[in-house]
């Protein structure tokens, strides 16, 4: 007959190790998607895949004659306005004096009261215009700071200090902007950080809490494992 013997241990107390597997993707801390504010044409691209940007720096450019085109304008528009001012403001100075002069005169009986009342009127239309003249200079500087910041926001630039993840745009490609405008590049603020993003089942989540330990692996290097918090 078969002997069957027996191993016995003492009893002790231990921690239970429960593992959770989740499969995920690993990503840059901070990544940042960029479009373009304009509509336009692109004249020029920068920068390639990988290249190292620093806040500020130029990715790409739009075409800008026509919005160049609606500077100028603006400018002579705001010019024209400011001529206006000019001429109102001389005008409003004649008709203070002929309103002095009617003064005087009506006073001294010299003149009858209409011609008082015409000098008042003609100084009240002269301040009327004076008034509408730098109106319309007000819209025109602001019509030309709109065109500035247009032209402005033809240059497209880096928001951070990073490197070039992907660059979606070639020179000659058409840009719409809208409410859904297409990302032109995307960039990674700094890749010696990383951060793995797991989907944990449902399941397993009310077991997970900030600061377990933790370790990773990946297809590039199947036979490490890598530390993780």
């Known amino acids: 007959a078969q002997t069957i013997t027996y191993d016995t241990v003492e009893i002790k107390r231990a921690d239970l190790v429960i593992t959770v597997t989740a499969t995920g993707k690993i990503e840059p ?11 336009g044409v692109v004249r020029t691209v920068n ?6 940007v620093k806040a500020g720096d130029v990715l790409a450019e739009l075409d800008t004659e ?9 400018k002579a528009t705001l010019n024209s306005a400011e001529a206006q001012i000019a001429s109102a403001k001389a005008t409003l100075k004649e008709t203070e004096l002929a309103l002095a002069r009617a003064e005087t005169l009506r006073k001294k009986g ?4 209409q011609e008082l009342d015409q000098a008042r009127a003609a100084s009240d239309r002269a301040t009327a215009a004076l008034a509408a003249a730098e109106a319309q200079a007000q819209v025109a500087r602001a ?12 240059r497209i630039l880096s928001p951070i200090n990073g490197v070039v993840l992907a660059r979606k745009v070639e020179p000659g490609q ?5 409410l859904s ?3 032109l590049f995307t960039l990674a603020e700094d890749l010696t950080r990383m951060q793995v993003e797991a989907d944990v089942d449902e399941a397993d989540i009310g077991t997970v809490t900030e600061g377990q330990s933790a370790s990773f692996t990946v297809e590039a290097y199947p036979d490490r494992t890598f530390p993780a918090e």
């Open 66 to 74: 026509s919005l160049a085109a609606q500077r100028d304008r603006a």
């Open 174 to 178: 058409t840009v719409a902007s809208s």
């Open 110 to 113: 010299l003149s009858p009261a």
């Open 29 to 39: 801390t901070t990544q940042v998607d960029i479009s373009s504010e304009m509509s």
């Open 143 to 154: 019509d030309l700071a709109i065109r500035e910041t247009d032209l402005v926001k033809t």
């Open 47 to 52: 920068v390639i895949n990988n290249s190292q």
């Open 181 to 183: 405008a297409p990302v």
